[in-house]
């Protein structure tokens, strides 16, 4: 589980973001960030038991200030990503613990040209299997709907009336789920983690299928 404790030091941390305070209470960190890695540690386990993760990534508390107007040094949250074994699984999911602001997302941050440009022409060509997919009840109870930034107009070589425009235009291809900390610190959190991570699966293996293939379907690899 997580405990009040690791949400309570995320929001003294907030109020303190300095290297003083920091270093006063680096033991009191360590103590914490152990606790979470464990929980962290354990939705690997099992997540592996259900699909190819090939790598975990518990995120630095440590900030990169280095291009930011923002030089507080440290996050006030802890998160993870787990990553798919690429190239044949895509997506990716990951874990954000925040008082106030926790999380779980996934999908397609920053997909390279040449997956975005597949996906768009997939969609071009039939977009009745993905909306099939985000429009599912288990879907929907989880996300709601397919987030991520857009364009404001079709792409360069799309047409702007296509009827899939709206997913066509699309830089990103998300799906969020939000938490409040009485839900992050509850005794069923780890197993409502790993259930939405598993609401996305449909999703994720669709995709898998999309950037595995060309436009005839016949496999890249």
């Not at 939405?196 to 496999?219: I, K, W």
Request: hydrophobic fraction near 35%.
């Amino acid at each position: 589980m997580i405990s009040k404790t690791e949400l309570d030091f995320l929001s003294e941390l907030a109020q303190n973001n300095n290297r003083d305070w920091f270093n006063d209470n680096k033991k009191r960190f360590e103590k914490h960030h152990d606790a979470i890695k464990s929980f962290f540690g354990s939705i690997h386990q099992e997540l592996g038991s259900r699909d190819n993760i090939e790598k975990m990534q518990i995120h630095r508390i440590y900030r990169d200030i280095r291009f930011s107007k923002d030089k507080t040094p440290y996050k006030n949250n802890f998160s993870v990503s787990y990553d798919r074994a690429k190239p044949y699984l895509r997506g990716g999911y990951y874990l954000h613990i925040q008082p106030g602001a926790s999380f779980i997302g996934g999908g397609f941050w920053e997909p390279n040209a040449e997956d975005l440009k597949r996906i768009r022409k997939e969609f071009e060509l039939d977009d009745s299997i993905i909306r099939s997919i985000v429009s599912e009840e288990n879907f929907i109870k989880y996300f709601g709907t397919l987030q991520g930034a857009e364009l404001k107009t079709a792409p360069k070589d799309f047409d702007k009336e296509h009827h899939a425009i709206d997913l066509i235009r699309k830089k990103q291809y998300l799906v969020y789920r939000r938490f409040s900390d009485k839900e992050v610190t509850a005794a069923n959190f780890k197993n409502e983690v790993l259930d939405t991570f598993q609401a996305m699966r449909p999703f994720f293996d669709y995709m898998s299928d999309v950037l595995g293939t060309n436009l005839n379907g016949e496999s890249i690899y």
